[in-house]
């Protein structure tokens, strides 16, 4: 073999090992969710690795490699930031590092985290880059994880602000409530036959704003201690009913409720709290049943593989389709309270409680015909 084609030969050799070290790097790239760029700039020539392209939601024919598409994938507001990253890492002659978090435009709409490193490879004589190359990590489900985190340590915070909040409420409100309806409960009394009928009236709207309002405070403590003692167990909501329904029995007999309940399937949850539900969504169907119709009131579940669905269904007013979410509120009322008592809690209870559970509370409703109200619970 001549010199020639024995350098032919090596050549050839030597290409082959380049293509296989080029796929298993490749390989490597795909397999860690990364992409990288090289981008000579004194030949004006870009290039973005097809995993790279793959990050935004692109193949690799429908995105061209330049600085302008750059800028126009990366969201305006990390932009100064990418630049003056470049700027101190172009001044300091690759001293100092250039590694950047910014956010890209996917192709689909959302946003992605990418994790940017890059090295300036080359420089001319005037000092100044002339080849850059850089790899791109996707870390997007690592900055979800994060912000959840830090949501979950944010609703913490709140959580405990609320608590202290209850804490003031059940010592600094409470007490002067019990006051003020001590005192005009005393003076009624004491003084009926020396009040003329306007002071009487005074007194009788100040009595009941203050049960209300102590009402009302109550029930927000309620709210602030869902969950507090949370310890999931097996519980028979059958049980629960019977003792609901007994709670009930004086209610339920002087508005001569008929009440139809299937047989409910053993569920893991928090005893006290899913009796809250019942009894939330049992009141309600009685207080807002028409007026001349027996109230009929049918409870039942139905178990799935994943959940349990039970049902609380009423013959009552209904609730107009605009309202269907607003009434799991806190304090949000869709009637006056002339005529329809009620704090504005009841919901938002079974709401909360509900969700503790990893589950789903919603409601179907035809006004003039009834309301149907659904909760979920993991199974």
Avoid at 66 to 80: A, C, G, K, V
Avoid at 98 to 106: A, E, G, N, T, V
Avoid at 146 to 168: C, D, G, H, I
Avoid at 326 to 344: A, M, S
Wanted: some cysteine.
């Amino acid at each position: 073999m001549s010199e020639v084609d024995q350098l032919i030969q090596e050549n050839k050799e030597l290409k082959a090992k380049l293509r296989d070290k080029e796929i298993l790097f490749n390989h490597i790239v795909e397999s860690t969710f990364s992409g990288y760029f090289d981008w000579n700039i004194k030949e004006k020539k870009e290039y973005w690795s097809p995993t790279l392209k793959k990050m935004f939601g692109y193949e690799n024919h429908e995105l061209y490699s330049s600085p302008i598409t750059w800028q126009r994938l990366i969201y305006q507001e990390d932009l100064p930031i990418v630049f003056d990253q470049m700027d101190a890492h172009i001044k300091s002659r690759g001293k100092i590092p250039f590694d950047c978090k910014m956010r890209f435009h996917h192709k689909q709409g959302f946003r992605v985290w990418i994790f940017c490193q890059v090295k300036i490879v080359e420089w001319n004589e005037l000092g100044r880059p002339t080849r850059i190359v850089g790899s791109l990590t996707d870390i997007t489900d690592i900055k979800n994880i994060q912000e959840t985190e830090a949501y979950v340590e944010q609703l913490e915070s709140r959580n405990k602000e609320l608590q202290q909040f209850a804490y003031v409420a059940s010592h600094d409100l409470q007490e002067p409530l019990r006051t003020i309806i001590s005192f005009t409960e005393h003076m009624s009394e004491e003084y009926k036959d020396r009040l003329d009928e306007t002071a009487k009236t005074y007194l009788k709207y100040i009595t009941g704003a203050s049960h209300r309002m102590s009402e009302l405070v109550k029930g927000l403590l309620d709210y602030t201690r869902i969950g507090k003692n949370f310890k999931i167990k097996k519980i028979d909501p059958n049980k629960i009913l019977e003792a609901v329904l007994q709670d009930l029995h004086s209610l339920l007999e002087n508005k001569n409720v008929k009440i139809e309940i299937e047989k409910l399937p053993k569920i893991n949850g928090l005893e006290t709290e899913i009796r809250s539900v019942f009894m939330n969504l049992i009141s309600n169907a009685v207080k807002y049943s028409k007026k001349d119709v027996t109230p009929i009131i049918k409870i039942g579940a139905i178990k799935d593989v994943n959940v349990v669905k039970f049902f609380v269904e009423d013959n009552g007013i209904g609730i107009e389709k605009a309202y269907l979410k607003r009434i799991f509120l806190i304090f949000q009322r869709l009637h006056n309270k002339n005529e329809y008592e009620g704090t504005g809690i009841g919901l938002a209870h079974c709401q909360k409680i509900i969700e503790l559970h990893g589950g789903k509370i919603w409601a179907e409703s035809i006004p003039n015909l009834g309301s149907s109200f659904f909760f979920t619970i993991p199974a």
